[in-house]
Structures are given as C-alpha cells and as structure tokens.
C-alpha cells in the first residue's frame, strides 16, 4: 500500500530565506508526483508535476526534485515571501497507467514572517 | 489545463440533511474525481464518478451516503446525504484532462459545516 509522508509538518521562517520541503513515498511504481499549495480552507493550486522519468521540474522561484528510486521528493522555494503562506501538499499518482487516484501527504504548513 | 468551478463554496447544513455540490468543467474530461478533506488532515479520494455508469467508490465510502451523478463528460454532482457533524469537511472535485501531461486540477472546494 503506497503511502505518502511529509516533512516537516510545520515550518516557519524569516522572509528571504531558501527553503526545502521533503516528501516521500513507499512504493517506487509511481506514475508521477505533484506539488500543490492550499491556502485555509481553500482549494488546490498545482504548482509542479514531475513525470516518473524526469528528474526535476522549475517555475519561477520553485524546483522540485524527484529520485523515483529512494522514493523522495523535495520542493525548493527560493527567496520566501510572506504570500507563500501556506500548506503544500505532494501527491503521487500510484498507477502506471496514471488511471488511478492520488495518494496525498498530510501536508507542510510553511509561514513566511515579514 | 482545465478550470473548474465548484458551487457552492461554503455552506452550513442541518444533521439529517442533504447537499448536493456541483462541479463543472470548461473542456471535457474523462476523468472526474470527488475527494474529502477532514478538519487538519490531508485529502481521501471518495470516488471516481464515470461518465453513464456508477460511480466507483473507495473502501469507506458508499453510494447511498454520497450518491454522484455524472451525465456528461463536462459535469459532476456529489450528493452528502443524511448528515451529521462528522460530515463537516471541505469536499473538493478533480479531473485529469488530456492525456494527464498537466497533472490533476481542482477545484476550490466546499466547505461544509453540519450544525
């Protein structure tokens, strides 16, 4: 049975600061991995998708990085900013047919401090 | 990638009611999903609702408690019936467009509280 685990479960930091989110997953048969933020009590925004034969995915100030292999993830946020504010939740899309549902990580709540 | 709007976006419910929360996509998708989320915790699938064919339902999860109907490949509705203060939860819908190369997409969710 996959499961997904999330480290830290809370952080806070100083605006500026590089910050690392860990994920990772029991089961290496992954069809691919998804960075999304919830901000309270609100929906999901997708931020990253990694397919399982891609090693790392950027937008703007965000990296995620996948190793398939030791099952991890990390999310990078470069430069923090007040509004990145939130939960970010990773998920992995457990069947190789990418037919099948997301298994979620109980979440990072990051607060970035002005 | 697809934009969903989820109605309504908040809500609080009598026990022993039911609501229904609707979500509809601009392209369409084959796949729908429904996924609750519990007060603190991360997100559980529901079910996948299929288009002209029964939902198909996570162990936990039954028809009769939350009855979905999905009539065309743009359309979803998910029904929280005969509730209780257990059922407060955010309920968020979810597709997967395309070929899936842009991951799944949600919706902004419902917010539910059952008094």
């Known amino acids: 049975k996959q499961e997904v685990t999330q480290i830290p479960a809370a952080l806070s930091v100083p605006e500026g600061e590089n910050l690392v989110l860990n994920c990772s997953f029991t089961d290496s048969a992954i069809y691919n991995l998804q960075w999304f933020r919830q901000d309270p009590g609100k929906g999901l925004t997708s931020l990253l998708l990694?397919?399982?034969?891609?090693r790392e995915q950027t937008s703007g100030r965000l990296n995620a990085s996948l190793d398939k292999s030791s099952g991890r993830s990390t999310l990078y946020i470069a430069a923090s900013q007040p509004g990145d504010s939130a939960t970010y939740l990773c998920?992995?899309?457990?069947?190789?047919?990418?037919?099948?549902?997301?298994?979620f990580g109980q979440g990072t709540t990051l607060q970035v401090k002005p | 990638s697809a934009v969903i709007s989820q109605k309504p976006s908040r809500d609080i419910c009598q026990r022993g009611t039911s609501l229904t929360i609707q979500c509809q996509v601009d392209s369409q998708v084959t796949m729908m999903f429904w996924y609750r989320q519990q007060p603190g915790q991360s997100l559980t699938l529901i079910a996948t609702a299929n288009q002209g064919s029964e939902a198909t339902y996570e162990s936990g999860f039954v028809i009769d408690k939350f009855p979905i109907s999905r009539p065309n490949l743009t359309f979803s509705t998910l029904t929280v019936s005969n509730m209780s203060p257990e059922d407060s939860s955010i309920y968020l819908c979810?597709?997967?467009?395309?070929?899936?190369?842009?991951?799944?997409?949600f919706g902004s969710g419902t917010r539910l509280t059952v008094v």
């Open positions: 998920a992995v899309s457990p069947s190789l047919s990418n037919t099948g549902k997301l298994i």
């Open positions: 990694i397919q399982s034969s891609q």
């Open positions: 979810s597709v997967l467009p395309g070929q899936g190369y842009y991951g799944y997409t």
